[in-house]
């Protein structure tokens, strides 16, 4: 069930310019920005925007030189100058942060004709965010294909490299949080360090941000894919995590928007099933609500079982939980398939023949004797099925042949007792 998220193409883009005004600090701040000497130039510009706090070129300004501090490599000692102020766990989401904060004061500005004026500043705001959410997207790409790489050969360092995808994941989202191929490339790699907990999140905001964006529109099947990919992993997460109400809602949810994914029968099947076993045990839930969960398994378990007919474990649960109900037909049936499906299983078997042996209006002794030559053929080992094989064949008459084959059963399991 774990299918890889393969990632849509990462569109190029591009920074702009910034835009000049004058000012008195304002002034002194963009030459020292001019001249490369940033630190300076943010004291100018933190002191203009105290001065007055109405200037919103300035704030953008200042968000902007924020901005190319956390991006440019080579800024790396003026974003450590910049940020000695605290013990910051990641100095470039710090000042990614105030880059934001500067930001989000100019498009926080209600007045129309205030906004109007600052109609380029706006525009190049979106352009930057753009720009830097690709860029640190790119990143995360490359980290993880690295991780993928390193995975078989170097396991340390490709945890490491892991953790730095996940790292970049967190500042693109930073930047731009609606984007929904950031929290899908997130998810699927908290999947393959087997973080499942810390995943599910990440493709439950996956699925909300594709399900409100335009891809739909743009682009019906990459849309559908992604889509389908989302849910099947929050499907298949959630199953691994035994949150059984979830493994259900995921999969209803995959079958109302991609019928054609029948494999989520089985894990809502399987999902009733545990819910139904979990009850069995608890003892604050009463006989009347087991009784409901096992028939709702029941009810699954028939669903998935006409999807997907190769699945043993459905046929198991069939029969297991049809003979708790007293349904001996449907058990007969149901561990009949079974036991033709999975070679391995003898106890099963045995419970099988032993029904045709013994049970009432079920009793049918030349059923009996095919299940137990099956099973001593398969399970030569196993004295029971000898003696019972001999037991199917006394019940029909033929005593001397029944005799010989309890008498090696009986044997065996002397033999496994010395």
């Known amino acids: 069930m774990n299918r890889a998220f393969s990632v849509l193409p990462v569109l190029v883009f591009v920074l702009l310019s910034s835009t000049a005004l004058a000012g008195p600090d304002h002034t002194s701040a963009r030459i020292y920005r001019n001249q490369g000497d940033l630190l300076k130039a943010m004291e100018f510009f933190s002191s203009e925007i105290q001065r007055n706090p109405d200037n919103y070129v300035a704030i953008f300004e200042r968000g902007e030189v924020f901005g190319w501090i956390a991006m440019d490599r080579t800024k790396k000692g003026v974003l450590r100058d910049l940020t000695e102020d605290g013990d910051y766990e990641d100095p470039q989401r710090e000042v990614l942060s105030r880059m934001l904060a500067d930001f989000n004061t100019v498009r926080g500005l209600e007045d129309p004709k205030a906004r109007k004026s600052l109609r380029k500043p706006l525009a190049k705001i979106d352009e930057i965010l753009e720009d830097y959410w690709g860029k640190l997207y790119n990143s995360a790409i490359g980290a993880d294909t690295l991780s993928v790489a390193m995975a078989d050969t170097a396991a340390e360092k490709s945890i490491a490299k892991a953790e730095e995808g996940i790292r970049y994941c967190d500042l693109a989202i930073l930047v731009h949080a609606e984007n929904w191929n950031t929290h899908a490339l997130k998810g699927q790699i908290l999947d393959r360090l087997d973080r499942k907990e810390e995943a599910i999140p990440n493709w439950e905001a996956a699925l909300a941000r594709i ?26 997460d959630a199953y691994d995590l035994d949150l059984h109400d979830e493994t259900i809602r995921y999969g209803e949810m995959i079958l109302g928007t991609h019928p054609t994914l029948t494999d989520a029968h089985r894990f809502i099947a399987y999902a009733k099933t545990n819910k139904a076993r979990d009850a069995a045990a608890d003892t604050t839930v009463t006989e009347e609500e087991r009784v409901q969960l096992r028939e709702e398994a029941l009810e699954a378990l028939r669903t998935a079982r006409e999807t997907v007919p190769d699945d043993d474990v459905i046929a198991f649960y069939i029969g297991q939980f049809s003979l708790e109900k007293g349904d001996t037909a449907a058990t007969l049936q149901a561990y009949g398939e079974y036991v033709e499906m999975d070679t391995t299983d003898f106890d099963v078997g045995f419970m099988l023949g032993y029904f045709y042996l013994e049970g009432g209006s079920f009793i049918d002794y030349v059923k009996a004797e095919e299940i137990y030559r099956m099973l001593t053929i398969r399970h030569p080992d196993k004295c029971d099925g000898w003696i019972n094989l001999g037991v199917a064949q006394i019940k029909q008459e033929r005593n001397e042949e029944g005799a010989k084959n309890v008498k090696k059963g009986e044997e065996c399991a002397k033999a496994l007792d010395e």
């Open 211 to 236: 399900e409100a964006s335009d891809l739909q529109k743009e682009d019906a099947a990459a849309y559908q894919e992604s889509h389908q990919i989302i849910l099947l992993h929050l499907l298949q």
